[in-house]
């Protein structure tokens, strides 16, 4: 008889849990039996692994083998197991020292011909096992550059089950297992580059440029409305690029989210851009939100954190996709509830939404929809989700005198970008006392208890929240986008002016 262990790591959502896997070897029929709440993938592992030991031109033990993995009560999905339970299989049967096992992590799948695959995950896995004071990982060559992410750790790459067991023996190492294609160099790309967007890029439209900026500096919700053509795809497009750029701590925790999801490039494994996600109308609210009926998987609006969520023709999305935006754009977070298992996943992003004015998309005369319809229309976004958006932005048709104009005094997105970071170095420094670092995200109650505006700049608002014309929370709300403003400008408080345009922005009716 003999026993073995080695170290894994179960994701559920984003968080990592360690896992004991252990391989006895005991009397009865020769096969392999795994315990410990595996899903299916992680079952058919008896086959793969049988296979890759063999081609690896190792000995398969004919005695009966037991898998466990511990903790038993917590769900393990995917083939990240593989390498764990291979080497403990074989540590089991002397194979290698068992000692060279110890306080190793490993991490990926195997090919039938011993190959080491790279698998989803591999970041938030490393941080977690860290954090629990682990500090030595294999994994599979394909993930190295993006387990290398995490510092004062050491990372052995592997191509095969081969080469994982001659560094274990301090023996030679093979020749290649096949050609690697998921370890290898990354080549460039041929053909031309595509083009960087750019805010010069949108001509016209001054309204609508400024919302962007507000909305940049100060993390703002935005909905832009107008017929189709004036610009509203290219203006949420070029968001991100007047965004500031994430920083180390930012950029890990985004990495981590899209290295779950399984679609972090392989020539970009650290996400240090804000990321924009433009999600189809069709989508199912899971696939907006996040969850699924086996592995829990970040939706939409988890890939967009820390950067932008567009929803173009957002009234074509279905209702209850919508409404279900409104928890995660109050707490910047979405928790998934399965029977299982529970997940929760960040989510704080910018929300830009654009519409037409109606049906058939067109405006003023040429419109031919009955005023019921356009009302229905837009009426699909609620009231409470409207609430919830600081900035609403009407465009118009270009005249050919703007374009005209505009092609030689258009803004470039390096030139906003350059005001966007110093308003938002402004309210950082105002906020530093406080957990929140943008405008958007200081709740209303501190808003008005820790920065109250000076009286006399608000009075248009208590004449507003007199005729009903706006909510205690459409209040904060334009609060919020006075301070941005006003940071904007460099002023220490908000002005009467500020914070009338503010209220404009909120109703939709700037100029």
Known sequence: MGLARTRSIALLGIEGHEVEVEAHLGGGPAGLTLVGLPDTALREARDRIRAAILNSGEYWPDDHITVSLSPASLPKRGSAFDLAIATAVLGANGAIPSD????????????????????????????????????????????????????????????????????LRGGPLPPPC??????????????????????????????????VEISAAGGHNTFLLGPPGTGKSLLAERLPTVLPRLTT??????TAIHSVAGTLPRDRPLITVPPFCAPHHTATRTAIVGGG???????????????????????????????????????????????????????????????NPCPCGKSGPACVCPAAQRRRYLARLSGPLMDRVDIKAHLQPVTRAELLADRALAESSAAVAE?????????????????????AAVPGAELRRMFPP???????????????????????????????????????????????????????TAQ
């Open 100 to 167: 060279a096992l110890h306080d190793t992590v490993l991490l990926g799948e195997l090919g039938l011909d011993g190959r080491a695959r790279p698998v989803p995950g591999v970041l938030p896995s490393i941080l977690a096992a860290a954090h629990a004071g682990h500090t030595r990982f294999t994994v599979a060559r394909g993930n190295a550059a993006e387990a290398r992410l995490v510092p004062d750790v050491e990372v052995t790459a592997v191509g095969s089950l081969a080469e994982l067991l001659a560094l």
């Open 178 to 211: 096949g050609d690697e294609p998921d370890g290898g160099p990354v080549t460039a790309r041929t053909g031309s580059p595509r083009p960087v967007p750019d805010l010069a890029d949108v001509l016209g439209q001054p309204v609508a440029r400024r919302a």
């Open 249 to 254: 701590d930012e950029a890990i925790e985004v």
């Open 293 to 355: 009926a086996g592995r829990l998987r970040p939706g939409a609006i988890s890939l967009a954190h820390r950067g932008v969520l567009f929803l173009d023709e957002a009234p074509e999305f279905e209702r209850g996709v919508l409404d279900s935006l409104r928890q995660p754009l109050e707490t910047g977070e979405v928790v998934i509830a399965r029977a299982a298992a529970t997940a929760r996943f960040p989510a704080r992003f910018l929300l830009v939404l654009a519409a």
């Open 419 to 439: 005001r966007v970071a110093e308003a938002r170095e402004r309210a950082t420094r105002r906020l530093a006392a406080t957990p929140w670092n943008t405008n």
């Open 454 to 508: 000076a009286p006399d700049s608000v009075q248009v608002l208590g004449r507003a929240l007199d005729r009903g014309e706006i909510s205690a929370r459409g209040v904060d709300r334009v609060l919020r986008v006075a301070w941005t403003l006003a940071d904007l400008a460099g002023r220490d408080t908000p002005t009467t002016a500020d914070v009338g345009y503010a209220f404009a922005l909120w109703a939709g």
